[in-house]
């Protein structure tokens, strides 16, 4: 799966077209933590459950939480014009 498919996967309402899979990542490994970003390139990348929460060392209610707090933050206003290119230009 591309970064663009998980990110409008996860995005309740589109504000456009997205930018490039390289500025959608720069614009995340900004905006989320390090651990909500391998959880997200886990999850692209097609790694199974298990072996996520083997790495990065965590328990079932702590990856969904996880994964919740990203489909949040991907879900803010002020991220989701960053990550739109007719939403206006990155800060």
């Known amino acids: 799966m591309e970064l663009s498919q998980y990110i409008e996967s996860k995005i309740d309402k ?3 077209k ?3 899979n ?9 905006r989320l933590t390090k651990k909500e970003f391998k959880v997200l390139k886990g999850d ?3 790694h199974c459950e298990d072996a996520i929460k ?7 209610e702590r ?10 933050k991907l879900n803010q206003d ?14």
């Open 14 to 16: 589109a504000l456009g």
């Open 18 to 20: 997205l930018r490039s």
């Open 22 to 30: 390289e500025e959608l990542e720069w614009v995340l490994r900004r």
């Open 44 to 46: 692209i990348e097609g």
């Open 54 to 60: 083997s790495k990065l060392k965590l328990d079932d």
């Open 63 to 72: 990856l969904a939480q996880i994964r919740e707090n990203i489909r949040h």
């Open 78 to 91: 002020r991220i989701k014009r960053e990550l739109y290119t007719s939403a206006g230009a990155v800060e």
